[in-house]
């Protein structure tokens, strides 16, 4: 079992910039993929990105490509995700999310699949406002 804690969010204008980040806690965390969840007010939870175990394979959903990037420092247990140029659309509640990892692009099939990540973090609110 992994432990996540978010961080980083609050309140940005249009346009502007918040780096998220997860800190990981418990079992072997470079074994793990993690993914970057997001759930807006009546919307259903979606995977945004998520970044494979070695950190070399990443993966973006369409909306935020271009715009947020994910890292992960294996030595701190924690992955970050910077999110620029950012839109109302944006604002919602981020959850990390980690599940062992099995192949190298296993992080995206977990989404894409609709398949479980195992351990969740409580959260962290990102409101995009003028």
């Known amino acids: 079992e992994v432990q996540l804690v978010e961080s980083g969010g609050g309140l940005a204008q249009p346009g502007g910039s918040l780096r998220l980040s997860c800190v990981a806690s418990g079992s072997n965390f470079d074994d793990q993929a993690i993914a970057w969840f997001r759930q807006a007010p009546g919307k259903e939870r979606e995977g945004i990105s998520c970044?494979?175990?070695?950190?070399?394979?990443?993966y973006y959903e369409d909306s935020v490509k271009g715009r947020f990037t994910i890292s992960r420092d294996n030595a701190k247990n924690t992955v970050s995700l910077q999110m620029n140029s950012l839109k109302p659309e944006d604002t919602a509640i981020y959850y990390c999310?980690?599940?062992?990892?099995?192949?190298?692009?296993?992080?995206?099939?977990?989404?894409?699949?609709?398949?479980?990540?195992?351990?969740w973090g409580q959260g962290t609110q990102v409101t995009v406002s003028s």
């Open positions: 970044v494979g175990s070695s950190g070399y394979f990443t």
């Open positions: 999310a980690a599940t062992p990892d099995r192949s190298t692009t296993w992080c995206r099939e977990v989404i894409v699949e609709n398949y479980q990540y195992d351990d």
